[in-house]
């Protein structure tokens, strides 16, 4: 229902934009998030977006250099990554709660996933 895209390999202090769409029964019922995890790691929130008045959250390590967008008309989700650094090599996920809140950063919380994107960032 999730397909993530736009990944690829980038020099630190690159961008590079990534892409979800989504197959939902209403896609504006969704709050939608990103997250990343690299192996062996937990997964770890990355931004999340409201579902219609464009409120963000951002995890910390991100603020300033991402940023998550939505466009409800075509069912799709956005993270422009900006000032890439290695330690953001990771597979990105997009994610959908249905009414969900903006602040949920629990992985657990979200119940639909795409497949994920590989983002390697080289230093």
């Known amino acids: 229902q999730l397909q993530a895209s736009g990944g690829g390999l980038v020099q630190a202090g690159g961008s590079l934009k990534l892409s979800c769409a989504a197959s939902?029964?209403?896609?504006?019922?969704?709050?939608l998030a990103w997250f990343r995890q690299v192996p062996g790691k937990e997964r770890e929130f990355v931004a999340t977006?409201?579902?219609?008045?464009?409120?963000?959250y951002y995890a910390d390590s991100v603020k300033g250099r991402f940023t998550i967008s939505r466009d409800n008309a075509r069912n799709t989700v956005y993270l422009q990554m900006n000032g890439l650094k290695p330690e953001d090599t990771a597979i990105y996920y997009c994610?959908?709660?249905?009414?969900?809140?903006?602040?949920?950063?629990?992985?657990?919380?979200?119940?639909?996933w795409g497949r994920g994107t590989l983002v390697t960032v080289s230093s």
């Open positions: 994610a959908a709660q249905r009414y969900g809140s903006v602040y949920e950063v629990r992985a657990a919380k979200y119940n639909d």
């Open positions: 939902l029964r209403t896609f504006s019922d969704y709050c």
């Open positions: 977006i409201s579902r219609l008045d464009g409120t963000t």
